[in-house]
């Protein structure tokens, strides 16, 4: 499964949450782009157009989805699945079909890796750097943990979940919203 939400930095913060259609909320449009296969709780980003596809190893995240939605209302996942939407090749033309992203840097996020944890810099621990797979934005690339200050990564370590220790605590470290790092 996805990166999964598990609450924030501050106590008083809060889920940072945008997408829609067109300026619904003063915020950007966040169509899906033609074609995509969308899976709940996955990374995003714009691309050059400003459609939301999956995001890619190195690529700064605009955010983790969190709803499908079109006209307003919430659309059912696609047949036999709780998590997956399956975009049509017109959704820029006519479905506009649209995402509704956490883009907040403080949201904590519960996220597999590729292997084994702590393997590569003591990724399970805090302060970790670390990419998502190239054909992957589910979970987190462990051979990718860095310590190095100036590398960055996408993500930033918190530590390993103690609900799931097979699974990082992370947060959003390259954004969109924030100038990358």
């Given at each position: 499964m996805a990166f999964i939400y598990k609450g924030q930095v501050r106590t008083n913060g809060g889920?940072?949450?945008?997408?829609?259609?067109?300026?619904?909320?003063?915020?950007?449009?966040t169509l899906f782009a033609n074609s995509e296969v969308v899976v709940l709780g996955n990374a995003y980003i714009a691309d050059s157009a400003g459609n939301l596809v999956k995001v890619t190893a190195g690529d700064a995240i605009f955010g983790i989805l969190v709803g499908v939605y079109n006209k307003g209302a919430y659309i059912a996942p696609d047949s036999n699945s709780l998590t997956t939407w399956t975009v049509e090749g017109d959704n820029i033309t006519d479905k506009q079909v649209y995402g509704i992203c956490d883009i907040s840097r403080e949201s904590v996020y519960s996220a597999?890796?590729?292997?084994?944890?702590?393997?590569?810099?003591?990724?399970?621990?805090?302060?970790?750097?670390?990419d998502v797979p190239s054909s992957d934005a589910t979970q987190l690339d462990e051979s990718t943990a860095t310590r190095t200050r100036g590398t960055g990564g996408q993500f930033l370590t918190v530590g390993t979940d103690p609900e799931a220790t097979t699974r990082i605590l992370c947060v959003i470290n390259e954004s969109e919203w924030c100038s990358g790092t």
């Open positions: 889920r940072v949450l945008v997408g829609g259609e067109a300026d619904t909320y003063g915020g950007p449009a597999p890796q590729d292997g084994t944890i702590d393997t590569t810099a003591n990724s399970g621990d805090f302060g970790a750097y670390i």
